[in-house]
C-alpha cells in the first residue's frame, strides 16, 4: 500500500514513504500493513530497518549522501 507524502515532506521522508510501500517479509510473508520502516542518519548515510513483527526479521536499506 502506497502512502501519499504530506505536502511539505523532506525528500528523505517521501522516500521512507516509497519504502511504506513494500512491508510483506519475504522470509515468512507476513503484511505489516500498519508498520512502516524506521529511520536514522549519520549525516552522511540515511539508514531505514523495517523489522517483521511476525517472526523478527529485519529488512535494510541504507542511502549513502556522499562526502561533503
Not at 521522508?13 to 500498519?34: E, M, Q, W, Y
Request: one cysteine or more; charged letters at 30%; aromatic letters at 8%.
Amino acid at each position: 500500500m502506497y502512502r501519499e507524502s504530506r505536502p511539505g515532506a523532506s525528500p528523505l521522508d517521501r522516500l521512507g514513504s516509497h519504502f511504506d510501500a513494500d512491508l510483506v517479509c519475504p522470509d515468512c510473508g507476513f503484511d505489516d500493513a500498519d508498520g512502516h520502516w524506521m529511520s536514522d542518519t549519520s549525516g552522511d548515510r540515511v539508514r531505514y530497518r523495517h523489522v517483521c513483527p511476525s517472526c523478527g526479521s529485519i529488512r535494510k536499506r541504507t542511502l549513502d549522501l556522499g562526502r561533503r
